[in-house]
């Protein structure tokens, strides 16, 4: 069992609704990530948040917005997708941001498979 | 900036057969090397990382990897492959920036 929850398992929304994503962990980690995975690709960073503040953004379209209402939680709001967004998106987090130069390896949730129509 | 080098997009081995999976990383700095797997359907879970001290280190589900500076790698490798290995294998590295950078991953499929 994975000790990065993430709901929904499976999301399917049309271009012009709104969603988020739910990300939680209990660790007691102080990073957090958001990633994208398309199929048979690596997974891509889109944000990360350090002790709870926005710390990376890799040029993420507006349409995407994260969310770190505390140290546990991790959203990632949804609104007015494109098909091209459909993809695996994969919540992690770390005991320290990896800036810090200690050895966190990141723990994943098992993922959110999103298909937008 | 860093990046990751993973040889073969499909590696195919024999049931007790060893396995190898090649990692070529770039990097200014030291890096911090991870070996990561992932399962149909789940998310990434780390087999084993090298931060610093022993270039041999040793991982989950009987997994290793060697840190070579001079040849700049960091293959996997198991004595002994079991069919429930069969999964996506992706080597990663870290420069300590906050980014965790990928390969482009390697699939396993073992044969019985």
């Known amino acids: 069992d994975t000790e990065v929850t993430q709901t929904p398992k499976h999301l399917v929304m049309g271009m012009t609704n709104k969603k988020s994503l739910k990300c939680e962990q209990h660790m007691g980690h102080r990073a957090m990530y958001w990633y994208k995975q398309k199929a048979k690709k690596p997974p891509e960073l889109m944000f990360v948040?350090?002790?709870?503040?926005?710390?990376i953004n890799e040029s993420v379209p507006s349409r995407f917005s994260p969310e770190c209402p505390n140290s546990s939680l991790l959203n990632l709001h949804l609104h007015a997708l494109q098909p091209e967004d459909s993809a695996l998106y994969l919540c992690a987090s770390s005991q320290n941001p990896l800036a810090t130069g200690y050895n966190s390896p990141l723990h994943f949730g098992n993922g959110t498979r999103l298909t937008v129509t | 900036a860093q990046s990751v080098t993973q040889l073969g997009s499909h590696v195919s081995v024999s049931e007790g057969a060893l396995v190898l999976l090649r990692c070529n990383y770039s990097s200014s700095v030291p890096p911090y090397l991870f070996w990561y797997v992932q399962y149909p359907n789940q998310g990434l879970q780390l087999l084993l990382k090298y931060t610093t001290g022993a270039t041999l280190v040793k991982g989950i589900n009987g997994f290793e990897a060697e840190f070579k500076k001079s040849e700049t790698s960091f293959h996997l490798t198991k004595p002994s492959a079991h069919m429930s290995d069969a999964a996506e294998y992706f080597c990663?590295?870290?420069?300590?920036?906050?980014?965790?950078?990928f390969g482009a991953g390697t699939i396993l499929r073992v044969k019985s």
């Open positions: 948040y350090s002790y709870e503040k926005l710390s």
């Open positions: 990663a590295v870290s420069e300590r920036g906050n980014k965790l950078v």
